[in-house]
């Protein structure tokens, strides 16, 4: 058991109660990742990173605001691959929102070819999208995931 400094483990801010080991910050982004089921390889991977970089984006780097959820800097969970929960990583909304349902190395891939484009006209490079799921029919999707079972 650790001893209590009065300090967040995570931060270092005052701890918010004489009984908690966290800040009011840590604490609620805490219970968030609780609350949304993040697994535990993730929750340490993430308090690794928070407790390394700060509350920034995972992607970018950018300071993410941990109060305002209708800001599209507010903090989100992100799957770095969808659907594999032991991958998630901490993001902007706005991020999360454009990367969508692709891998970290589709996203990155996609910028840099929509840079080039509007920078020096190029055609885009399509490359399939492995996770990609919006248009094809929800029943297939449900079939094709059965057949995994």
Excluded at 41 to 57: D, M, P, Q
Excluded at 94 to 110: A, G, I
Excluded at 114 to 129: D, E, W, Y
Aim: glycine share 4%; with cysteine; hydrophobic share 35%.
């Amino acid at each position: 058991m650790k001893k209590h400094t009065g300090k967040c483990c995570i931060c270092n801010r005052p701890v918010f109660s004489d009984h908690s080991i966290y800040c009011l910050r840590c604490f609620q982004f805490s219970r968030r990742m609780d609350q949304r089921g993040v697994h535990a390889k993730a929750v340490k991977a993430i308090w690794a990173f928070v407790r390394k970089n700060g509350y920034v984006c995972y992607y970018t780097g950018i300071p993410l605001d941990m109060e305002n959820f209708h800001s599209p800097w507010y903090y989100v969970f992100d799957h770095q691959i969808p659907g594999d929960d032991t991958s998630i990583v901490l993001t902007s909304a706005l991020l999360n929102e454009m990367k969508s349902d692709l891998s970290k190395v589709e996203f990155v891939y996609y910028v840099k070819e929509f840079s080039r484009h509007f920078l020096t006209g190029a055609k885009i490079r399509k490359r399939k999208l492995v996770y990609w799921e919006r248009l094809r029919p929800m029943r297939a999707i449900l079939r094709e995931k059965q057949c995994r079972f």
